[in-house]
């Protein structure tokens, strides 16, 4: 072995001193992906190409605002719970760069964070602009260039480059990926994932604005369910069960074309429970009327509406009366609710793209590509989505940090 070729070994920075890469795409990936590439390698040139005339616009608008950037995982038994796509190669790169690395990496780079009671982790500041006053500082200090309004549409627009980072984020129409599709990397047709639910049920949406805290919506005839709270709004449904099943249920809703019959249990307890919840109430207090005593600490409108739609006239009788074809109906609306969805909101409460370059199409250690040389992928561009609670963000951090250090490696490699 040659001196040069030892003196390359130890200092990858140097080997980089001519070299340049473009990170297409001025989003959470891209703007992670570079400068933690330029603090491996100092040496590298940094260009980052941006199609708009503005970058990070979707973090600016994260969580409300606030940014919701990674979760403290404790909650966390299993990956592909909060992953529905992509949790293998997410618990493999967990291994380089996991959420207790993300947190440490913003608090070390001067963005405070804290943790919320429901595991979400936040700027300490509430604000979005503390993570993206860090990305452009650390940009500038790093002298990485952001050259706005440029699409990049094949692989001749960077040409001059000796890496590209594709982080060009979730495509809902498929046009993004069509330059990538024309390189031979193979594609999961893009579907959306993160929505409300569309209801059109007069009775139900009056009681918009109430929170449920412990239900389970269901997409009866399927293994499809998840919990949580649920919100009811002017449109239908929303709040974490609802978005967690619109993840979960992103092809089989987009198939139905979002219309499909939903099962809401109120109540996360099973019939048996419900039953005997009904009778000890109609032993313990029998002259109450049902509609002022409620068991199962729900909100006292939506009790009201269920026992209207169980029991229509009888719902006004006392507990002492209740029959058991009254409790049958109850238990039935209490936690088997059928209603039928009619598409999705159109709100973007935290939309996120199912779908986009298959994970077949990237080396699941570098993130390259396996069809171009020195191309890596990172971000909502791969088939990697997450729920709603952080994970989104925690994808972009983990395989834009693995592409900046995969970079790292090729290009000491490259000299050798
Ligand atoms: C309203 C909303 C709220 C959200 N809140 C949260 C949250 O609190 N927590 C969470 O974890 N996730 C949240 N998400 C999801 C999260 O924002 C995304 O998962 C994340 O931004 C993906 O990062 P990315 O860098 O891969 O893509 P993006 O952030 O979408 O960035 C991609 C960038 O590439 C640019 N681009 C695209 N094509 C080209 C091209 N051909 N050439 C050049 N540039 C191009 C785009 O203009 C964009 O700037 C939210 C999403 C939305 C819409």
């Not at 590439?37 to 994260?62: F, T, Y």
């Not at 002298?143 to 990049?152: M, Q």
């Not at 005593?293 to 719902?315: A, I, V």
């Amino acid at each position: 072995m040659s001196f040069v070729h030892d003196l390359f070994r130890i200092l990858p920075n140097f080997a980089a001193l001519d070299m340049k890469t473009a990170i297409v795409g001025g989003g959470a990936a891209g703007f992670f992906a570079a400068v933690n590439l330029k603090e491996m390698m100092p040496g590298m040139h940094i260009d980052i190409l941006e199609r708009s005339q503005h970058v990070l616009s979707k973090v600016e608008i994260s969580g409300g605002g606030r940014c919701n950037c990674t979760n403290s995982f404790r909650q966390v038994r299993d990956l592909s719970a909060v992953y529905p796509r992509g949790h293998r190669l997410m618990k493999r790169l967990f291994n380089v760069f996991d959420h207790r690395d993300a947190y440490q990496w913003f608090e070390r780079h001067g963005v405070p964070l804290v943790v919320q009671d429901d595991e979400c982790v936040f700027p300490e500041a509430q604000d979005a602009h503390a993570v993206i006053d860090c990305f452009m500082s650390l940009a500038r200090q790093h002298g990485i260039a952001i050259r706005r309004g440029r699409k990049v549409q094949s692989l001749d627009d960077v040409r001059d480059y000796d890496f590209v980072v594709v982080a060009t984020g979730g495509s809902p129409t498929g046009q993004g990926l069509q330059w990538l599709a024309a390189l031979g990397h193979e594609m999961e047709p893009p579907v959306p994932s993160l929505y409300s639910l569309r209801i059109d049920d007069q009775a139900l949406t009056a009681l918009q604005g109430l929170v449920v805290n412990d239900t389970i919506a269901h997409i009866p005839g399927t293994k499809l369910r998840a919990s949580g709270p649920l919100l009811i709004t002017h449109w239908g449904v929303s709040g974490p069960a609802i978005l967690r099943l619109s993840s979960y249920a992103a092809r089989h809703l987009a198939e139905n074309l979002f219309q499909v019959p939903l099962s809401i249990h109120w109540v996360q307890l099973n019939d048996q429970e419900v039953q005997a919840a009904l009778y000890d109430t109609a032993i313990r207090q029998p002259h109450k009327l049902l509609g002022t005593f409620n068991p199962f600490g729900l909100p006292q409108r939506l009790w009201t509406f269920l026992l209207e739609k169980s029991l229509d006239k009888r719902s006004q009788i006392r507990w002492t009366e209740l029959n058991k074809k009254d409790v049958n109906r109850l238990v039935n609306v209490l936690i088997n609710d059928s209603f039928l969805t009619a598409g999705r909101a159109p709100f973007k409460d935290e939309f996120v793209t199912c779908g986009g370059v298959s994970l077949k199409a990237v080396n699941p250690s570098t993130l390259e590509s396996r069809h171009v040389p020195h191309l890596y992928l990172a971000g909502e561009v791969l088939d990697v989505d997450g729920v709603t609670g952080g994970f989104n963000f925690q994808a972009a951090w983990t395989t834009a940090y693995t592409v900046a250090r995969s970079i790292v490696a090729a290009a000491g490699e490259d000299r050798h």
